[in-house]
């Protein structure tokens, strides 16, 4: 079992910056692929950056660039630290893990955080 607890979210700047943390709880988190997810309202949840265990990562276009995925497995934490921000980024940031599968796939993630809201203003 994973626990999944996000922090850093908040209010800021088109062009600023923001760092969420996700810190993990579990025996077998150091072979788990870690992934961050967003959801703005009305629309479906998007899958935006991942990491496996051994540092394998993936972005999707639009954030690429602009926000670097990282995980220290010592302190059970991944971060997704986010430059350049812009209005379009504003959403529901969620941490998902899953034990299992690549960053290519975005499926199969089995646990998740509560959430943490991110807003960009223009």
């Known amino acids: 079992q994973v626990h999944l607890v996000e922090s850093g979210g908040g209010l800021v700047q088109a062009g600023g910056s923001l760092r969420l943390s996700c810190a993990a709880s579990g025996r077998t988190f150091s072979g788990y692929v870690m992934g961050w997810f967003r959801q703005a309202p009305g629309n479906e949840r998007e899958f935006v950056t991942a990491i496996s265990w051994s540092g394998t990562i993936k972005y999707t276009d639009s954030v690429k660039g602009r926000f670097t995925i990282s995980r220290d497995n010592v302190k059970n934490t991944v971060y997704l630290q986010m430059n350049s921000l812009k209005p379009e980024d504003t959403a529901v940031y969620y941490c998902?893990?899953?034990?299992?599968?690549?960053?290519?796939?975005?499926?199969?993630?089995?646990?998740w955080g509560q959430g943490t809201q991110v807003t960009v203003s223009s």
């Open positions: 998902a893990a899953k034990y299992g599968g690549t960053v290519t796939q975005y499926y199969g993630y089995t646990y």
